[in-house]
């Protein structure tokens, strides 16, 4: 099991590394995509200045309109003065148009430019939920390998269990019959003692006992 189980972390490793890459790939692009969402804000915020200070000249330039309407009826004798009054209002009007002319061109300008960013923000963020959802499978995977493998340890350590039962069986039977090879040895020694002087059977031990053969010895032949 040891080569399998360093596939597997090989495994592993190969899939933290496609994991952690894109995911690197993704927080620089984020960071990138907040500093430009940052920069047009700001823009946003200067441009509605703009159009405050522009509402705020056509309300000056509304009361000159009132003013002048106004110096219309109170001085309709005084032709001249009215006249150079209404020569420098014309003027005023026409600084005015160019102003908003200006202002037209410049918010015509923006809205495309706000436009296109909110394009380009829609694409970058199907890219990020695909990117993301990238991560997750990948982060599956791992965790379907990561449970494959607590599963190859858990069958492991069962078998050294099981490999450990076994041995202390084993040691078991070993002590066993040492311990049966040694009462057999006493037992013929003691034998040998009373049999002394005695011609050994040809048959060895057993027929000099009678033909009966030591319980002890045959357990232990067991």
């Known amino acids: 099991m040891f080569p399998f189980n360093v596939g597997k972390w090989m495994g592993l490793a190969c899939v933290r590394s496609l994991v952690s890459s894109p995911a690197s790939i993704r927080q620089k692009k984020l960071i990138h995509k907040l500093q430009e969402e940052k920069a047009f804000r700001e823009e946003m915020r200067i441009f509605r200045e703009k159009i ?8 000056n330039f509304r009361g000159k309109i009132s003013a002048f309407r106004g110096q219309i009826f109170d001085f309709w004798e005084e032709e001249r003065p009215f006249w150079e009054e209404e020569k420098t209002f014309w003027k005023e009007e026409k600084t005015f148009w160019e102003m908003e002319k200006s202002f037209r061109e410049e918010e015509k300008t923006f809205w495309k430019k706000y436009r296109t960013f909110w394009k380009e923000d829609k694409a970058f963020w199907k890219e990020d939920n695909a990117l993301w ?15 494959e493998e607590k599963a190859l340890w858990v069958e492991e350590r069962a078998l050294l269990e099981e490999e450990k039962a076994l041995w202390e069986d084993k040691k078991s039977l070993w002590e066993e019959e040492n311990a049966l090879w040694e009462e057999e040895k006493a037992f013929w020694v ?4 009373h049999l002394a002087g005695e011609p050994m059977p ?9 033909g009966q053969r030591s319980p002890t010895f045959s357990r232990g032949r067991a």
């Open 52 to 59: 405050e200070d522009f509402r705020e000249e056509t309300w």
């Open 133 to 147: 959802e990238r991560d997750r499978n990948l982060l599956q995977e791992d965790k379907a390998l990561w449970e």
């Open 202 to 210: 040809e048959d060895g031990p057993r027929r000099a006992l009678g």
């Open 190 to 193: 003691e034998g040998g003692r």
